[in-house]
């Protein structure tokens, strides 16, 4: 084989290359963000909730079992997509998840609780975001395991389906949370 | 039942795509003219179903039926109509359909123009370009349909077109942009036809030439327009950013402009052929991979589409496909394309192959910084990525190299020039534009900056370079201007393309060096300077829109204590979204752009506002504009227009 035949395979064996490097990119995913937050205590809070603006909680709210923390808004389309799935999980699996309504209204949260059927065991009202801020919130809605010490495991960006579920289930498991027995 | 029959209709486009791609193709190798005969009804019905299944989508969206989940999700009943139907391109499904019915588009020119070209040719361009639609076709029908229904729970009302692309720069930047990417296809074509057929001569490269120079033309105003947009749309003045996206535009660009001076090679010397060849198939595989970028999610981006890694996937076996087959086909084939003639060191052949490899190493530079985080996040290194000063470190010197062996190329001959000549022309000239060069920086600003300065001198190099060439052309003519307008469409697009490069360069190396901005807190009377200019804020109101409510600035701008402009910057809300926009108001001028933006509203009556004042900032974009322009006008010149083939062709 000549010299010149060689050299006209190179362009192909540097497409073959980046080729797996994409095969491996596809299997990663960029908005799956290392926060900083993870490992880390719940950031300290105290807010009054969506169905009462008098009940105010802290912190100390969240520990006591393994839940899911969902951050949401009215405003926010992807939540809407998410939010049957939230139901569908708050009561053929037992999941317990808290809500953080966040930069929203109480009036339109309340409504949209009503109108959608309410998955939460209770909704924070984080109308500033400052708790979002604390929590290194991305954008609407964001979900977090959070295990029986309020300790932050896990954090997934995006809507939450029955393919993230999946994921989130395995992770919860092996904090020790159990589905509900139907 | 329209979007169905839009569905219907693409699914009819994908079948006579698939048909394209195999009778002529099985025509050609066999020698049968019959088959070969199908290739253009084939082509022609192809772009009359896409252009049904294209009207389909448009006209959910101006009738606002939020049944089909596209148009509800992108699209809403109170958006003015103009949105509505650009809202058809807003998302990544109808993009998709765009990006597919442009390819049919593409597909119809070729099979209506090419009455001159031999028959096998015809048969296989046309084949190629059929496969490439089936791919996406296949694409769009299989992972990605915009006329999926929600017919339970139908919404009243849809969620919006997204604010950032409510703007007159998103009604026609993405059509443009895919007029080019999309364009490089019919090179990609040729040269695939090329290789299969083992033919490439002069009438080759004839033929694809004046394709590749208005896909290049395309995409190079669909990135000016691009940049222009992120500059006032974004809000924060910025008018490059090296974002992924933006690179995925910029790669198939440097490289279509290696291939349309290796084109000029080949055409008028017969030389780099096989080069030719693999810069037209790269050229369109970037294209390719910017749809993968963009579209799978494996980077980030500003505005990347919703991450789905099926279609990922997708786009990637897609990828391989075209991109692997046709490289394998190079490497099989390209043996036997010899290039026929030599030439010597000092010549234009010389010179157009630095400016290739040169073209070539920024674009693999830009690939390495954009594929950058993906790599080490493959080897498991964590998530990184490179920022801008990895790309200007790089991008910066090589143009700059670039525009110096620019002057030099437009001086010389083919073959082989005249070292004394040379010396003779361009001497004077160096002297000159260093002299010139220099003033011209000091004048703009006392204190020279090393790059601006030498962006100033090299601009008036390859300016001097032009206007010489131009009268050499002329020298033994009696009557100069007589002469110079007897030169060629093509002779004049090559010097107006040059010329744009020089003017984007002198816009990009000053508004790089000499803009200043402040982002100050200003309560109503609040006074601040920039430059020769100074603003006065005088407050905020509530204002509202069609579809938005807004907080307007009033910020009186006085130049040299002279009045100059009242400008009005906003910042809206849009309710069915909720989210927020800046509209910045920007004085544009020729010599200057002013820049003001509101940024957050801040206790008392006061705002976070954003000052900027950008030198020759216009000129950036009207660079792209020359450069557009002469891309266009090499299709008029009369050698391209190909007559009847005498030949008839033999199987």
């Known amino acids: ?182 | 039942m329209i979007p169905e029959l839009g569905q219907y209709s693409l699914i009819l486009a994908m079948i006579m795509a698939a048909f394209l791609a195999v009778i002529p193709m099985v025509g050609a190798s066999k020698g049968s003219l019959f088959l070969m005969s199908f290739a253009k009804p084939l082509a022609k019905s192809l772009f009359l179903f896409m252009l049904i299944s294209i009207f389909c989508l448009a006209y959910a969206f101006a009738t606002d039926d939020f049944s089909v989940k596209y148009v509800a999700g992108n699209s809403n009943s109170a958006l003015p109509v103009y949105y509505k139907l650009s809202a058809v391109w807003g998302g990544h499904e109808g993009s998709l359909l765009l990006w597919v019915f442009i390819l049919s588009g593409w597909i119809f020119a070729v099979a209506i123009k090419s009455d001159g070209l031999p028959t096998d040719i015809m048969a296989r361009v046309l084949a190629v370009l059929g496969m490439v639609g089936v791919g996406f076709i296949s694409f769009t029908l299989i992972t990605s349909s915009p006329f999926e229904r929600l017919l339970v729970n139908t919404p009243l009302e849809g969620a919006d077109l997204n604010p950032l692309l409510q703007d007159i720069g998103l009604i026609i930047h993405p059509p443009l942009l895919y007029m080019g990417y999309v364009g490089f296809s019919v090179a990609f074509a040729f040269a695939i036809a090329a290789l299969l057929s083992g033919k490439l001569d002069v009438a080759w490269s004839r033929w694809t030439r004046p394709w590749t120079n208005l896909a290049w033309a395309f995409l190079t105003i669909g990135i000016t327009l691009g940049s222009w947009w992120a500059y006032y749309e974004l809000g924060w003045g910025g008018w490059w950013f090296w974002d992924p996206v933006e690179n995925a535009s910029f790669m198939p660009w440097l490289m279509g402009t290696a291939l349309v001076h290796s084109l000029a090679v080949t055409e008028k010397r017969g030389l780099f052929k096989s080069w030719t060849l693999l810069l037209a198939i790269f050229t369109f595989s970037l294209s390719l991979l910017g749809t993968f970028l963009v579209r799978s999610g494996v980077l980030t981006s500003v505005h990347s589409f919703a991450a789905d890694p099926e279609r990922g996937l997708f786009i990637l076996v897609l990828l391989a496909i075209t991109v692997g087959g046709s490289l394998l086909l190079y490497a099989i084939k390209a043996y036997d394309v010899k290039s026929e003639s030599n030439f010597e060191l000092l010549s234009r052949e010389t010179l157009i192959l630095i400016n290739n490899v040169v073209l070539v190493i920024i674009c693999s530079m830009v690939l390495i910084g954009t594929l950058y985080p993906l790599i080490i996040d493959a080897l498991g290194g964590g998530k990184m990525s490179v920022g801008p000063p990895y790309f200007n470190l790089l991008f910066v010197p090589f143009s700059l190299l670039l525009a110096f062996f620019m002057g030099i190329g437009i001086l010389l001959r083919w073959k082989k020039s005249s070292p004394r000549k040379l010396l003779k022309q361009l001497l004077p000239s160096f002297f000159l534009a260093i002299a010139v060069g220099i003033s011209a920086a000091y004048l703009f600003n006392q204190e020279l900056a090393f790059k601006a300065t030498l962006a100033l001198v090299l601009a008036f190099w390859v300016v001097f370079s032009l206007i010489l060439d131009a009268f050499s052309k002329v020298s033994n003519k009696a009557d100069k201007l007589v002469g110079l307008s007897k030169l060629s469409p093509s002779y004049w697009a090559m010097q107006i393309a040059h010329l744009g490069v020089v003017v984007t360069m002198v816009g990009v190396a000053l508004v790089a060096t000499y803009s200043e901005e402040r982002d100050i807190r200003m309560v109503p009377g609040d006074i601040v300077t920039l430059a020769e200019y100074s603003f006065e804020f005088q407050g905020a109101e509530k204002i509202s829109g069609p579809n938005y409510s807004a907080d307007m600035g009033t910020i009186e701008v006085l130049k040299n204590n002279q009045f100059f402009a009242t400008m009005h910057p906003e910042k809206r809300f849009y309710p069915a979204r909720g989210s927020m926009m800046t509209e910045a108001d920007i004085n544009a001028g020729l010599f200057a752009d002013v820049f003001v933006a509101l940024g957050e509203p801040l206790a008392d009556g006061a705002w976070a506002v954003r000052l900027q004042y950008k030198p020759f900032m216009r000129w950036v974009w009207f660079g792209g504009v020359l450069m557009m322009f002469a891309g266009m006008l090499t299709v008029f010149d009369r050698r391209y227009k190909i007559r009847k083939s005498a030949l008839p062709v033999t199987a």
């Open chain 1, 1 to 182: 084989m000549s010299m010149r035949r060689v050299l006209l395979f190179i362009p192909l064996v540097i497409c073959i290359v980046l080729g797996f490097l994409f095969v491996k990119g596809l299997s990663l995913n960029p908005t799956e963000l290392p926060s900083a937050k993870i490992g880390k205590p719940f950031p300290a809070f105290s807010l009054a909730t969506i169905r009462n603006a008098n009940e105010v909680l802290t912190e100390a709210s969240l520990t006591g079992a393994v839940r899911l923390v969902n951050v949401w808004a009215t405003w926010c389309p992807t939540c809407k997509q998410e939010h049957s799935f939230l139901n569908k999980l708050a009561q053929t699996e037992g999941v317990e998840i808290i809500g953080i309504n966040y930069k929203d209204q109480r009036s339109k949260a309340s409504q949209w609780l009503k109108r959608y059927r309410d998955p939460y065991i209770f909704n924070l009202y984080d109308e500033q975001g400052s708790l979002g801020l604390d929590l290194g919130v991305y954008g609407a809605p964001e979900t977090y395991i959070v295990d029986a010490q309020a300790i932050i495991r896990y954090r997934h960006v995006g809507e939450v389906n029955a393919r993230v579920w999946v994921d989130i289930k395995a992770k919860m498991q092996a904090l020790g949370w159990s589905p509900k027995k139907s």
